[in-house]
């Protein structure tokens, strides 16, 4: 199989979604595809770059074309390259501002049409569109809206043969829409480190001690104070230490997290931008993950895939998000949601955590989604 990703950027460690794509191409290259990546709208590039990049050990071939240039001169850089590519899927990693600073990528569709008419499209949908929680503003929904139509016309303009996405919210959301949609699970983006020295590390621990662990970033309006008192009562009542660890770009609200935690007489770590050696040593130590993202959007958090990865269970901790028509939401294993009390049953009985969803399983999914449609 041979497939071109399309994404918006593709530099390291800054965007997420182009992470999440290079390490999937290098996963089809291991496996014996074919796969190359092109960034359309690269901003951390200057000029465009034609060559290879560096994922969990092995060279992909990517194209980054700069957003300083126009539209049509992205095209005619897209048609050389693509030309003799002889790839048989097109890939789109579609986030609405990915390709437009605003979430509204007009020329999209007509652009890729223009060099992919003869492939075979898939679309990966990572988001949708604005405004769709029950109590966004009245801009927020007509912005969203407006990418909605953006969403079906690209839909209608590409004909994709495979629509994916890793939300249960979004499949149903775009099945609205009358876009039929498949669920492939979103894999973590820092690999599982085997090392002996974690392994002495974790035996020194004492067991019953309880560590929290945040990776990446933190999303504002989460009750991070009623979680700390509620640990720091755990802890005067049981006497078992209960820490937390901030790792990653967690961004200005790490302070609040870190006031509300030594205010409940707790003890907290804040480690910062870490190698992904450490990032993950610090996951296979700590006994609870901590995800702000909400509940109906946990499935796209790459943190929390990270964390389940590793084994964690996943404590997910944010502001009211709800979505009107929803319908039933499964929550996914190893996913837990809080809510004052919930704390004492978590300790006492964590949850199944699934560590099917790795890098592996889920290229070996998409292949195969790709394949009954050839």
């Not at 030309?83 to 890939?91: D, G, L, P």
């Not at 499949?171 to 829409?177: A, R, T, V, Y």
């Not at 090392?195 to 560590?211: A, G, R, T, W, Y």
Request: aromatic fraction near 8%; include cysteine.
């Amino acid at each position: 199989m041979n497939v071109i990703f399309l994404c918006g950027s593709l530099e390291p460690g800054k965007d997420g979604v182009g992470d999440y794509t290079r390490r999937l191409a290098g996963e089809l290259c291991r496996r014996g595809h074919s796969a190359s990546v092109v960034a359309l709208n690269d901003k951390a590039v200057e000029s465009d770059f034609a060559g290879m990049q560096p994922v969990d050990g092995v060279e992909i071939e990517v194209l980054r074309l700069s957003a300083t240039n126009s539209w049509q001169q992205r095209l005619a850089a897209m048609k050389s390259w693509v030309k003799n590519k002889q790839a048989n899927w097109i890939s789109l990693q579609y986030v609405p501002f990915s390709f437009h600073n605003k979430g509204l990528p007009w020329k999209l569709g007509s652009v890729l049409k223009a060099f992919g008419a003869d492939k075979n499209w898939h679309i990966m949908f990572h988001e949708l569109w604005v405004g769709m929680s029950d109590n966004a503003s009245v801009k927020q929904k007509m912005w969203g809206r407006v990418q909605r139509f953006l969403i079906r016309s690209l839909v209608k303009t590409l004909q994709p043969r495979v629509v994916q996405t890793h939300v249960q919210l979004y499949q149903n959301l775009l099945k609205n829409n009358g876009v039929s949609a498949s669920l492939l699970p979103l894999f973590g983006n820092v690999p599982k480190v085997e090392d002996e020295n974690i392994q002495v590390q974790m035996k020194l621990k004492d067991p019953s001690d309880i560590s929290f662990l945040l990776f990446g970033g933190i999303h504002p309006d989460a009750p991070v104070e009623e979680l700390a008192q509620e640990a720091g009562h755990y802890q005067k009542q049981t006497g078992k230490k209960i820490s937390l660890t901030l790792i990653g770009r967690n961004g200005k609200e790490a302070g609040k997290w870190q006031s509300a935690w030594e205010n409940a007489g707790l003890q907290i770590h804040v480690l910062g931008a870490q190698e992904t050696v450490v990032i993950s040593s610090e996951m296979q130590k700590a006994t609870i993950g901590i995800a702000t993202t909400p509940l109906l959007l946990i499935e796209k958090s790459g943190s929390a895939a990270t964390m389940l990865e590793h084994g964690l269970p996943v404590l997910c901790i944010s502001k009211p998000w709800e979505v009107a028509g929803m319908g039933n939401y499964n929550i996914p294993p190893g996913i837990v949601e809080y809510h004052p009390g919930v704390l004492e049953n978590l300790f006492a009985e964590k949850p199944i955590v699934s560590t099917c969803n790795t890098l592996s399983s889920v290229s070996a999914a998409f292949v195969e989604s790709l394949k009954t449609k050839n």
